[in-house]
């Protein structure tokens, strides 16, 4: 039989409310390093924060007893700037790579597009529309 242990009200309040403060807010546990910003979530060993880079998280890094790691790959890094840049690295690549991996859209998808941007109006025009043969006049 598997026995849970329910969380007092205020002890979940207070554990939610840690992990959710954004960097700004001044019961935040924040770290700055150049370029990025820590905020701590939880964990006793690995202590993971929250990596910001101007305004926008981009991730997760964890700081371990020995080192730190970001979750993206199998490196341990010395210190928490290498974690989060290599964070950082890795999203931007994966961003390039998906790009180009996108191909342009087809005439199908277009058409599909123009169709699904018709007012209820544009339909019922569409629908009525019969079109007419234009005579050939020989010159």
Known sequence: MITTFPLQQT???ESLD??????TD?????????GYKLVYVGGAC???YRVYKADSMI???FQHITHWSNGVDSLRYAESVDAAAGLDEF???ARILRTA??????????LDKEFDALTSDEWE???RYVPQALDLVAV
Do not use: D
């Open 11 to 13: 002890e979940l309040e």
């Open 18 to 23: 840690k992990i959710l403060l954004p960097p």
């Open 26 to 34: 001044p019961n935040a546990e924040v770290q700055e390093i150049p």
């Open 46 to 48: 690995p202590r993971n």
């Open 59 to 61: 991730g997760v890094i």
């Open 91 to 93: 999203l931007n690549v």
């Open 101 to 110: 991996a996108e191909q342009p859209p087809t005439e199908e998808e277009l």
């Open 125 to 127: 025009r569409l629908k």
